[in-house]
């Protein structure tokens, strides 16, 4: 039996430290929102191929500007980790404060969904 063991070269894990747990369960209210949204985006398509009147014309909006705010967010995440004048700490300390920002937006935008669907 032979046993091999790989040294990884510096920097290959130091791309992105683990977070824990916490981010897994705050990424779930956008990965929801994401998927509920592109089921929107498909009903909206299907609906307009077949001539028929789309009922969550409101509802698509709201997700629309959801979307919208959360791709805002995206990109100043993005310009955050480009600074280089800040440290390490700094720059997760603004990421973590968008990342929660963007899991309210998304938690708002379902609740919306779950009234108009009737669900609690």
């Known amino acids: 039996m032979f046993w091999f063991f790989f040294q990884a070269e510096d920097g290959i894990r130091d791309a992105q430290e683990s977070r824990g747990l916490g981010d897994v369960y705050k990424r779930q209210p956008l990965n929801r929102f994401y998927s509920y ?5 498909d009903d909206k398509k299907r609906a ?8 969550d014309e409101q509802l698509l909006k709201v997700f629309n500007r959801t979307r919208a705010k959360l791709t805002e967010i995206n990109r100043e995440k993005d310009d955050i980790r480009l600074d280089p004048d800040l440290s390490r ?4 300390e603004l990421i973590d404060m968008l990342e929660n920002r963007a899991a309210e937006y998304a938690k ?10 009737g669900i609690e």
């Open 89 to 92: 700490k700094d720059k997760r």
């Open 108 to 117: 708002a935008a379902m609740a919306v969904y779950y009234e108009s669907k």
């Open 48 to 55: 307009d191929a077949a001539g028929t009147a789309f009922e």
């Open 37 to 41: 949204h592109d089921q929107l985006l």
